[in-house]
Antibody, heavy 118, light 110 residues
Framework: EVQLVESGGGLVQPGGSLRLSCAASGFTFSSYNINWVRQAPGKGLEWVSYISRSSSTIYYADSVKGRFTISRDNAKNSLYLQMNSLRAEDTAVYYC???????????WGQGTMVTVSS | QSVLTQPPSASGTPGQRVTISCSGSSSNIGSNYVYWYQQLPGTAPKLLISRNNQRPSGVPDRFSGSKSGTSASLAISGLRSEDEADYYCAAWDDSLSGYVFGTGTKVTVL
């Protein structure tokens, strides 16, 4: 079965750090670009970051630039999001979403919840 | 902050046709493909329309997409109760070098 499974979410204090993971299975992970997308409670979708198949191209939303770092390990079929200097407004469900170059988000994970609060 | 504008809600009775608009600019919809996602309550989004008007495998032909200039629309014909969900448009934005999503539209089947 083709799937993405996020993990690593939780409660963290403002200014703290968290590392999210996204484990891929059922497809050739190294053949796909991946995006992180988040959704604050009761709010809409917000794109966070993109990484290409070989990690050669990376993009970030302005709201997280300089604080978040996206990376991947194709040998481990895994994607990561290192989140530093977390703020209350980063509270959201974080999804990883596969992209084949034509279809961004053809497969999504179930999401992992990040809560930034003191 | 959403760059693409959608109506907050839309509704119809079973069997009716509902249309959702998505307004953007020359840097996003005007120069790139539009995608539509369906998010059922409590679940992850699902790709509904790709590259303006292409339906991924498994998506019913009741769903159709179109684009003109800096706007796009999603039409749902033969509305069914299971279509109650939030719908989002999205496009790559050349100025921001990232994807932008619409504000989202909640579809209610009366």
């Amino acid at each position: 079965e083709v799937q993405l499974v996020e993990s690593g979410g939780g409660l963290v204090q403002p200014g703290g750090s968290l590392r999210l993971s996204c484990a891929a299975s059922g497809f050739t992970f190294s053949s796909y670009n991946i995006n992180w997308v988040r959704q604050a409670p009761g709010k809409g979708l917000e794109w966070v970051s993109y990484i290409s198949r070989s990690s050669s191209t990376i993009y970030y939303a302005d709201s997280v630039k300089g604080r978040f770092t996206i990376s991947r390990d194709n040998a481990k079929n895994s994607l990561y999001l290192q989140m530093n200097s977390l703020r209350a407004e980063d509270t959201a469900v974080y999804y990883c979403a596969r992209e084949d170059g034509y279809n961004p988000g053809d497969i999504w994970g179930q999401g992992t919840m990040v809560t930034v609060s003191s | 902050q959403s760059v693409l504008t959608q109506p907050p809600s839309a509704s119809g009775t079973p069997g009716q046709r509902v249309t959702i608009s998505c307004s953007g600019s020359s840097s996003n919809i005007g120069s790139n493909y539009v995608y539509w996602y369906q998010q059922l309550p409590g679940t992850a989004p699902k790709l509904l329309i790709s590259r303006n008007n292409q339906r991924p495998s498994g998506v019913p032909d009741r769903f159709s997409g179109s684009k003109s200039g800096t706007s796009a629309s999603l039409a749902i014909s033969g509305l069914r109760s299971e279509d109650e969900a939030d719908y989002y448009c999205a496009a790559w934005d050349d100025s921001l070098s990232g994807y932008v999503f619409g504000t989202g539209t909640k579809v209610t089947v009366l």
